[in-house]
């Protein structure tokens, strides 16, 4: 990985690392028991450029690209993948379409505010019944002459409660029919907006919710995309959203690793400390390959994308490795802990609850299986 690096992105690296240690390791414990959103981390990392760190100069960005952003969300990941999906939401899921597909005003007006830190973001695309199918969502937008009119709901919204502005895919009514994909900024707090926070099981500092749209006004001018294009535009960025997501699993292999070979050599057990025995040898040999090879995956994945290659293939397969991994290493770097790994008093019980959610987050393991199988020509 080290020749995809250049100076400035080591130098960012080396950074953010330190800051993780100093900053988010003591309280990641206590954020994700309490519920509590970390906006003063948030605010932190967007005075160090992660805010903006895909947007160019510019538009107050950093421009480290995509290998930068691997970078973040795996450092960030290693000691709270809960700070990494919150940092996410605006850095990826809210700047990357618009940096896409908006006018000039549109990134000044989001994009900018983004990477200063000074708004947050989220994307809200999937539906209850549409699933991984996103030709088949209902959201609706209905033009009605001053401004435009959004009806609909969407879940698994990251973020949403704490979002200035939400990205909502939607279709245009066209004589009286749904018809062509769009894409639109929504202002939060707009009347008829109603965001529900969904109880989880892990990275509970931050939200992931269920959004009702009921007559929300939109003025014309937040419309990002529209037609083809936007099918387009979400597609690809599904592929930048999965590279981005894999890292966040490539982070919590990395933390769940690090706990278990700490966890390995102070433990005592006959005389000796456990990782001498093969049993827990060979576990901690599995992870450190595991690590190994997802980390190539990612960032080679994202070199490609700072260099304009098509990525879609290569994002899948390293979102889908990375994340299977990273549930593997997290229930055996449970199983090294033994008993103590069942109790909450171990950081390792929250890095194994935040694993689960990286098998069936963008896109489940099955699903990306199935576009594998398609790429091979394969009938499904």
Not at 19 to 24: A, D, L, M, P, V
Request: overall charge negative; hydrophobic content about 45%.
């Amino acid at each position: 990985m080290e020749n995809l690096l250049t100076d400035e992105t080591k130098m960012f690296q080396q950074m953010i690392h330190r800051f993780c240690e100093k900053e988010i390791r003591p309280i990641a414990g206590d954020i994700d028991e309490k519920e509590e959103y970390p906006s003063e981390i948030l605010a932190k990392l967007a005075e160090m450029g992660v805010g903006g760190i895909i947007t160019p100069e510019q538009y107050g960005g950093s421009g480290l690209g995509w290998v930068g952003a691997c970078i973040a969300m795996e450092e960030l990941a290693r000691v709270s993948a809960a700070v990494a999906l919150a940092a996410g939401a605006t850095s990826f899921y809210f700047a990357y379409p618009i940096l896409e597909a908006g006018t000039e005003e549109q990134k000044e007006k989001y994009v900018t505010a983004a990477a200063y830190g000074e708004k947050t973001g989220t994307i809200a695309f999937i539906e209850a019944n549409s699933g991984p199918d996103i030709a088949k969502i209902e959201t609706t937008v209905e033009d009605k002459g001053d401004s435009l009119v959004l009806k609909g709901s969407k879940m698994s919204v990251v973020n949403a409660d704490n979002a200035d502005d939400l990205l909502v895919f939607a279709r245009m009514i066209t004589g009286g029919q749904p018809g062509d994909f769009v894409l639109v900024a929504v202002d939060s707090k707009s009347p008829g907006i109603v965001v529900r926070k969904i109880p989880k099981m892990g990275m509970n500092a931050v939200s992931t919710c269920e959004v009702d749209f009921n007559e929300v006004q939109v003025p014309k001018e937040a419309l990002i995309s529209s037609g083809e294009a936007c099918l387009g535009l979400l597609t690809n960025a599904l592929d930048h959203f999965r590279l981005v997501f894999g890292a966040v699993g490539l982070g919590i292999l990395q933390g769940a690793f690090e706990e278990a070979l700490a966890y390995s050599q102070a433990r005592l057990a006959f005389g000796k400390p456990i990782c001498a025995f093969q049993a827990v040898g060979f576990y901690l040999a599995d992870m450190f390959k595991m690590s190994r090879i997802a980390r190539i995956m990612i960032y080679q994945a994202a070199f490609k994308a700072d260099h304009g290659q098509d990525i879609s293939l290569d994002a899948q397969v390293a979102k889908l490795f990375a994340s299977e991994s990273c549930m593997w290493v997290a229930d055996r770097a449970l199983q090294v802990h033994g008993g103590y790994g069942f109790s909450v008093e171990y950081p390792i019980s929250r890095y194994f609850r935040e694993a689960r959610l990286m098998e069936v987050g963008e896109g489940t393991s099955e699903t990306l299986k199935e576009t594998i199988l398609q790429r091979l020509g394969l009938p499904t």
